[in-house]
């Protein structure tokens, strides 16, 4: 299983989504980094991420604000799962 890293970008506001990245940017300032196992059949390439048909995902904060991939329209979403040391 590929271990990625994922930082977590905080709004600071109400009502407003926090943001996700790839790779660890917390100098960034209100930001977070952890490392998240990324789900069977999906791939990183240059810093993005693939599902299984090749199509780049995007992350978002899912309803429960873990992080989600959304990739192909007809793929299911996949939540990242934190890896555990």
Do not use: K
């Not at 407003?16 to 209100?30: C, I, K, L, Y």
């Not at 693939?50 to 992080?67: K, L, N, S, V």
């Amino acid at each position: 299983m590929t271990t990625i890293q994922i930082t977590r970008h905080y709004s600071g506001l109400t009502n407003v989504a926090d943001r996700f990245s790839v790779g660890n940017h917390e100098a960034d300032g209100r930001a977070a980094m952890t490392e998240y196992n990324l789900p069977e059949g999906y791939e990183m390439q240059d810093a993005e991420i693939y599902d299984p048909t090749g199509y780049r995902c995007e992350i978002y904060p899912g309803d429960h604000g873990w992080p989600v991939l959304m990739g192909r329209y007809d793929q299911p979403e996949a939540r990242l799962v934190e890896a555990r040391a």
